[in-house]
């Protein structure tokens, strides 16, 4: 199955008095573009979290490479590069779809827990999410 990219618009309220798009918006992308992903492969996040499975932020970097301001539509390239039985990693291009520019690039690493923030073994506990998951791997290029 293909992944589609994720596509929005930049709202006016997520830019500065420049017209370019502020950086504290961009993890708001991320995390949108990860949840329409995890939605397409058939493991929607509202119905993991029903099943006791939270996937908590572990780290978020960035790499700021042109600015997009209000009415730009972007368009997020997302793909899962590591897998283990209790943590994952997902880069990110982010493009400018009008003009087809690179304008960030981005990386995130996640934990499985329970709700009490305990680590949990997917593949032991959840093993049709964890093989959901695998069958996505791409290798880390």
Known sequence: MEIVPYRRRVNYYETDRMNIVHHSNYPRYLEE??????????IAYDELERKGIIIPVLELHHHYIRSIGFGDIIEVHIKLTKLTAVRF??????????????????????????????????????PEEYATFEKYLENDE
């Open 33 to 42: 573009a990860r949840l329409d992903y995890m939605r397409q492969v058939g």
């Open 89 to 126: 990693r997902m880069k990110y291009e982010i493009y400018n779809a009008l003009t087809g520019e690179l304008v960030h690039k981005a990386e995130t690493a996640h934990a499985f827990v329970d709700p009490n923030l305990v680590p949990l073994n997917l593949k032991k506990r959840f």
